[in-house]
């Protein structure tokens, strides 16, 4: 799949989709695992663990709606052992959102944002990323919160979690967030699968550690011993009353890690990030603003 060969379908079909005003944050100084950590407002600059600079392209909005655009905003959250709000920060954060920029004719923030779960921050962005929500550790105010958010009309991804056991360590958030409200599966024929780009099957993303054994397949998708129970892809929406999809599971998935590792390898560039990574990460967009 060629991005250049879906641009022009991409311009065409979300010429028309609804902007939201952005409350511009500064930079963010947090405790994390013991050690405070400086989040600054360009996330560019963030030198935390393993990064150094980032070299993704900045761009400019309109100089006429400079705050009506969409915002990448990924949310802190309490957590338990293993899993974090952290992860495949601010690759993903930056890459996806160039991505989104360079591939339709969506108003694009260059800057991504961190939020915690307050409600004051939550109303103003309408898109909402949560990493590795196996081991979220939220009380039931923090649930109502983020209920309530939905329920107001904002949309949550939840991405990066493998197997029962992660899903179970899930369980009690998810009722924490929907005490009296259940999720479905979705069916491949879903239209957020073929929104903007055609995905005939619902895609899985492996991180690129595995890549070589993707390519050795000739598949995506797989079972492996450290991932167990994991070969499926399973997306698991929550609808309001109105039936408009306000959270999206994807679990066996991690689509972070196809936006943060496009350049760590040209075969996982074009067979993963290319392919699935990208595509479904813009139909979910594109969805959530349009429905």
């Not at 920060?89 to 108003?107: G, I, K, M, W």
């Not at 309408?126 to 939220?138: A, H, R, T």
């Not at 009690?172 to 699968?193: A, N, T």
């Not at 990208?278 to 969805?287: E, W």
């Amino acid at each position: 799949m060629n991005f250049l060969k879906f641009l022009v379908l991409g311009l065409a079909v979300l010429l028309g989709v609804p902007l939201f005003a952005q409350e511009a944050r500064g930079p963010v100084r947090l405790n994390y695992r013991g050690r405070e950590v400086h989040f600054p407002e360009d996330a560019r600059q963030f030198k935390g663990w393993r990064h150094f600079g980032h070299n993704t392209p900045l761009w400019q909005v309109s100089a006429e709606l400079p705050k009506d655009v969409f915002t990448f905003a990924r949310l802190r959250y309490p957590y338990r052992r293993g899993g974090r709000w952290t992860a495949d920060y601010p690759e993903a954060d930056l890459n996806f959102s160039f991505r989104l920029h360079q591939l339709t004719s969506v108003q694009v923030n260059p800057y991504p944002v961190i939020l915690e779960i307050e409600e004051k921050q939550l109303r103003h962005h309408p898109f909402l990323y949560v990493s590795e929500p196996g081991n979220m550790d939220i009380s039931a105010e923090q649930g109502r919160v983020l209920r309530e958010y939905m329920l107001k009309g904002g949309f949550i991804l939840m991405d990066d979690f493998w197997g029962g056991d992660e899903w179970k360590g899930f369980e009690p958030v998810f009722k924490k967030i929907w005490p009296d409200r259940g999720y479905q599966e979705l069916k491949p024929d879903h239209p957020i699968f073929h929104s903007v780009f055609d995905l005939p099957t619902p895609p899985q993303v492996h991180s690129n550690v595995y890549w070589e054994q993707m390519r050795q397949h000739g598949k995506t998708n797989m079972h492996n011993e450290i991932r167990k129970d994991s070969a499926t892809p399973h997306f698991r929406a929550v609808f309001d009353d109105r039936h408009r999809m306000v959270m999206l599971i994807c679990l066996n998935n991690d689509l972070g890690d196809g936006w943060e590792q496009e350049q760590s390898d040209p075969w996982y560039f074009t067979n993963v990030s290319e392919k699935h990574a990208y595509p479904l990460g813009i139909n979910i967009v594109f969805y959530a603003l349009t429905h």
